[in-house]
C-alpha cells in the first residue's frame, strides 16, 4: 500500500491539470478600451505616454526609421498563457526588456549602472532617434512596461510611449505590422530629478516633508505590512498615501484608465498640491514605474519613481518605517 501513494498523488495530479487545461473557462481579458483622452492635458509632458494601437501601426507604416517595440513581460508563462490567452502573443519584431535584465543582480530592484543599461537598450534596438514602444500585460500583470517606460524616460530618450492596452489591445485589433531590429545606438542622458533614492526621501521627511508627495502603489495590506513578499520589514515609509496602482483603472473591466479629472482629484484628496516633488514606489520599482507614467500622462511635472523601492527601504534597518493603516 506504501508504495502505492506516490502513483496515487501523481495521478490525481495529472487528472486535476487536464481538467484545469480543458475544462475550466478560461479567462480572456475582454477589453472594450476607447480612446479615452490619452492626450487629454496641456502639458507637454504628457503628450504620447500612451498610445493606442492604431498610433502604434501608424508608426510601423509611417515612421522615417520605424518603431522600436519593446516586449517588457517577464518570461514567457504557459500558465498565464492559458489562463489570459492574449499573453500568449507578442507584437512582430518586438525585443524582450523584462525589468530583472537590467537590475543588479541581490539587490533586485537596483538599475544597474547606466553603461550597462545602455548597452542592454542598444541591444535591443534601442536608437536615440527612434520611437519605442514598451507593451506588456496592462492590467493583468504588474505594470511591467511602465518601468521599462520610466527606465527609459528617465535616460532621456525622447519619443517613448506605452502601449494602450498592452498585448491585449493588439491582438484584438487584427493589425499587422512589426518593429525594427539591428544594433541601437542609445546613448543616454539621465535626468537626475526622475529617480529617487532612500538617502533623497529620507531627506525630504527629515526637511518636514511638505515638498514630497510619496505615493506608495502597493495593495492596502503590503501598505499596513500584514502582506509582505520577501521583503526585510512590513510597512510602509512614514508619511507615504496608498494609492494601489490598479486602481487607475477604471472599475468596468474595460481595461481603460479612469478619466483623468477623477485620478487628478483623487490625489488632490490625497494632499498633492502644486510644487511638490512627486516620488512613487511599491516592492521593486515595477507598479510604480506604471504610476510614473500615469503621472506624466495627467500633466504632472517633478515626478520621480525609486527603483530599490521597499526592498531596498526595509532592509536599510535604520531608516523608519509606520504600519499605520491609515495615511500616516
Ligand atoms: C491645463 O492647465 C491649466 C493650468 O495649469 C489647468 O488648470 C487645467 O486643469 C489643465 N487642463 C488639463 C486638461 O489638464
Ligand atoms: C516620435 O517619433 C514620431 C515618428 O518619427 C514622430 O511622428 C513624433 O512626433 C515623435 N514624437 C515626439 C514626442 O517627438
Ligand atoms: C523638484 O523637487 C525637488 C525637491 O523639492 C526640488 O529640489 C527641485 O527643484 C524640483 N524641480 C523642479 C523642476 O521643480
Same mark, same amino acid.
Given at each position: ?9 501523481? =495521478? ?9 487545461? !480543458? ?11 476607447? $480612446?479615452?483622452?490619452?492626450?487629454? +492635458? ?12 492604431? $498610433?502604434?501601426? $501608424? ?8 518603431? +522600436? ?23 512582430? &519584431? ?5 525589468? *530583472? ?8 530592484? @537596483? ?67 512589426? &518593429?525594427? &531590429?539591428?544594433? #541601437? !545606438? ?23 516633508? !511638505? ?10 495590506? $503590503? ?11 512590513? *510597512? ?13 483603472? =477604471?472599475?468596468? &473591466? ?11 482629484? /483623487? ?5 498633492? /498640491?502644486? *510644487? ?31 527603483? #530599490?523601492?521597499?526592498? @531596498? ?11 499605520? =493603516?491609515?495615511?500616516?
Amino acid at each position: 500500500m506504501f508504495q502505492c501513494w506516490p502513483v496515487l498523488v501523481v =495521478a490525481v495530479g495529472v487528472t486535476a491539470l487536464v481538467y484545469w487545461y !480543458d475544462v475550466l473557462p478560461k479567462d480572456d481579458p475582454d477589453y472594450d478600451l476607447q $480612446e479615452v483622452v490619452l492626450q487629454s +492635458t496641456n502639458s507637454s509632458e504628457s503628450a504620447g505616454v500612451f498610445i493606442t494601437v492604431e $498610433e502604434l501601426h $501608424e508608426l510601423m507604416v509611417n515612421s522615417p526609421k520605424g518603431v +522600436t517595440v519593446l516586449d517588457a513581460r517577464n518570461k514567457y508563462n504557459p500558465i498565464v498563457a492559458r489562463s489570459k490567452p492574449g499573453a500568449g502573443k507578442s507584437i512582430p &519584431g518586438s525585443h524582450r526588456a523584462s525589468w *530583472g535584465m537590467f537590475t543588479v543582480s541581490g539587490s533586485r530592484g @537596483d538599475l544597474k549602472p547606466i553603461p550597462d543599461v545602455e548597452a542592454i537598450f542598444r541591444d535591443l534596438s534601442v536608437y536615440n532617434d527612434v520611437p519605442v514602444v514598451v507593451y506588456g500585460s496592462w492590467k493583468e500583470e504588474w505594470g511591467e512596461e511602465g518601468r521599462i517606460y520610466w527606465q527609459l524616460d528617465y535616460l532621456g530618450h525622447k519619443n517613448v510611449s506605452i502601449l494602450y492596452g498592452g498585448i491585449f489591445s493588439w491582438d484584438e485589433s487584427g493589425l499587422d505590422g512589426k &518593429g525594427i &531590429g539591428g544594433k #541601437g !545606438d542609445f546613448v543616454a542622458s539621465p535626468n537626475p530629478e526622475k529617480i529617487s533614492s532612500a538617502d533623497e526621501i529620507a531627506d525630504l521627511i527629515d526637511a518636514g516633508g !511638505d515638498d514630497l508627495f510619496l505615493l506608495d502603489a502597493r495593495t492596502k495590506t $503590503e501598505f499596513d505590512g500584514s502582506t509582505q513578499y520577501n521583503v526585510a520589514r512590513g *510597512g510602509h515609509i512614514p508619511g507615504a498615501v496608498s494609492f494601489h496602482w490598479k486602481e487607475v483603472f =477604471a472599475g468596468d &473591466g474595460s481595461g481603460n484608465l479612469k478619466d483623468p479629472d477623477v485620478l487628478r482629484a /483623487r490625489l488632490d484628496e490625497l494632499g498633492l /498640491r502644486d *510644487g511638490m516633488k512627486i516620488a512613487a514606489y511599491c516592492t521593486g520599482g515595477v507598479r510604480s514605474g506604471f504610476f510614473y507614467a500615469v503621472f506624466k500622462w495627467l500633466g504632472y511635472s517633478n515626478v520621480s519613481n525609486y527603483p #530599490g523601492s521597499w526592498w @531596498d527601504w526595509a532592509s536599510r534597518t535604520e531608516l523608519p518605517i509606520s504600519t499605520f =493603516a491609515g495615511h500616516s
